[in-house]
């Protein structure tokens, strides 16, 4: 069972703010905390979150083993598909090709109605 919670880049799970925090780091692009629309953290088999700015999308995952996941793209050239357990991602990812991810979402999530708005509204900008 996914459980999506909405929650401000502050209360995220310190081992997800860390990942944020790093891919931010590494791939210049400022601190994203006073940038923050909105956060999501699910829980899941992972533990994930989607942060989003108005232009930036930063996904991060850990699994169980401790392994991580650590995706960042603009939001202008993101694509959404929806799937059952959340929401394809497919974007030219920051120092990586182009991929689709699975953003782990619990049906319903406000995430996902903020995560379309902003990519339409970086589209046309």
Partial sequence: MTQTTILA?????????VLV???ADQH??????DR???????RGANL???VLTPA????????PDGESVR?????????LRAAEGGVWVHAPWF???PSSYLLPLEAGSPFLDALRARVMAARHA
């Fill in 48 to 50: 994930s979150a989607g």
């Fill in 9 to 17: 880049f502050d209360d995220l799970d310190v081992r997800l703010r």
């Fill in 71 to 79: 995706l960042g793209a603009r939001l202008a050239g993101v694509d």
């Fill in 56 to 63: 930036l999308i930063v996904i991060v995952l850990v699994r």
């Fill in 95 to 97: 120092g990586a090709d």
């Fill in 21 to 23: 925090d790093g891919y």
């Fill in 28 to 33: 210049l692009l400022g601190d994203l905390g």
């Fill in 36 to 42: 923050v629309v909105m956060c999501c953290q699910t």
